[in-house]
Nanobody, 124 residues
């Protein structure tokens, strides 16, 4: 089992940047594929980015491609989401998620473990 804790959210103006972190407990972090999702008020949770357990090239939603960068540091049991050129439509609660296995999973139903979320608000 793994526990996930997100941090780094906040209020930022449009065009600004934030870096989210997701710290995982347990010694088997490198056995988990990781994902970032977000949920805006009144909307369904949507995929943002995913990365394999070994790292490598992440996969991104079209809405964030070229602006967001996902990475992981298995030595620190942490994944990151660097968010640049933020837009008001990026406002949401951001969640990290984990599941065992190697692929890059883009559906929320593929993930087993979830963090509590961190709020990102982008003002216009």
């Amino acid at each position: 089992q793994v526990q996930l804790v997100e941090s780094g959210g906040g209020l930022v103006q449009a065009g600004g940047s934030l870096r989210l972190s997701c710290a995982a407990s347990g010694r088997t972090f490198s056995s988990y594929a990781m994902g970032w999702f977000r949920q805006a008020p009144g909307k369904e949770r949507e995929f943002v980015a995913a990365i394999r357990l070994s790292g490598g090239s992440p996969v991104y939603a079209d809405s964030v491609k070229g602006r967001f960068t996902m990475s992981r540091d298995n030595a620190k049991n942490t994944v990151y989401l660097q968010m640049n050129s933020l837009k008001p439509e990026d406002t949401a609660v951001y969640y990290c998620a984990a599941r065992s296995n190697s692929a890059r999973y883009v559906s929320s139903t593929d993930y087993t473990y979830w963090g509590q979320g961190t709020q990102v608000t982008v003002s216009s």
